[in-house]
C-alpha cells in the first residue's frame, strides 16, 4: 500500500510539472505566451508581443505590467511560469 501511494505522488508531481511550462516572454509568440500562462489569450499575448517589438525586451517581470489587459495580479499568478532571459 505504501508503494501505491509513493507511486501516486510520484506521478502527481510529474503531472503538475508538466502541465505548465515556463515562458519566455521577450523571444516567444503570442501563440506560445497564451498557451503557457494563465489568464492570457491570444488578445493579451498579443499585446505583450506589441510591446516588446516597440518598447524592447522585458528587464522585469514588473515590465509586463505595463503592457494594457496585465495586471499584477495575472503576473503574480504565472510568476513561476515566466522567463525573461535574452540569450535564448
Excluded: H, W
Excluded at 494563465?38 to 510591446?51: H, P
Excluded at 522585469?60 to 511560469?81: C, P, W, Y
Amino acid at each position: 500500500m505504501k508503494n501505491i501511494i509513493a507511486l501516486l505522488i510520484v506521478l502527481l508531481c510529474l503531472l503538475t510539472s508538466l502541465s505548465a511550462f515556463a515562458v519566455n516572454v521577450n523571444t516567444a509568440s503570442a501563440e506560445e505566451i497564451s498557451e503557457e500562462l494563465k489568464g492570457i489569450g491570444i488578445a493579451k499575448a498579443g499585446a505583450i508581443v506589441r510591446y516588446r517589438e516597440e518598447k524592447g525586451p522585458f528587464k522585469s517581470l514588473q515590465d509586463l505590467i505595463n503592457v494594457k489587459g496585465i495586471g499584477a495580479a495575472t503576473v503574480d499568478k504565472n510568476r513561476e511560469n515566466i522567463q525573461l532571459d535574452l540569450d535564448e
